[in-house]
Nanobody
Framework: QVRLMQSGGGSVPPGGSLKLSCANTDDTTNNYCMGWFRQPPGKDREWVARMHTGSGDAYYADSVQGRSTISQDNTKNTMLLEMNNLKPEDTAMYYC?????????????????????WGQGTLVTVSP
């Protein structure tokens, strides 16, 4: 059974940086679309970024484009999300997601319903 185990997060000041990680218990060379969603307080969950573990192709929401980098460590079957220049509006519960896919570029992969596996969530708070 595939499980996603998240780590990282916490409280950072505006303009700060943090890194979230997501370890997949399966071998990510099996071609996964892995990514992140977040849910700000009182708001709907939204897609943040995703990447294909086979091709390395990565995609970002406009809200984090240019401030974030999604990457992977294949030796550890782990996906990383590094976020810089954090803003108060980045405050949210962040969820790692994964689904076995040959391709990750379709627009439907911004929809949470298309991800079978979910991490437990980790809270990121951006405040002075």
């Amino acid at each position: 059974q595939v499980r996603l185990m998240q780590s990282g997060g916490g409280s950072v000041p505006p303009g700060g940086s943090l890194k979230l990680s997501c370890a997949n218990t399966d071998d990510t060379t099996n071609n996964y679309c892995m990514g992140w969603f977040r849910q700000p307080p009182g708001k709907d969950r939204e897609w943040v970024a995703r990447m294909h573990t086979g091709s390395g192709d990565a995609y970002y929401a406009d809200s984090v484009q240019g401030r974030s980098t999604i990457s992977q460590d294949n030796t550890k079957n782990t996906m990383l999300l590094e976020m810089n220049n954090l803003k108060p509006e980045d405050t949210a519960m962040y969820y790692c997601v994964a689904d076995r896919r040959p391709y990750c570029g379709a627009a439907v992969m911004t929809q949470q319903v298309n991800y079978k596996y979910w991490g437990q969530g980790t809270l990121v708070t951006v405040s002075p």
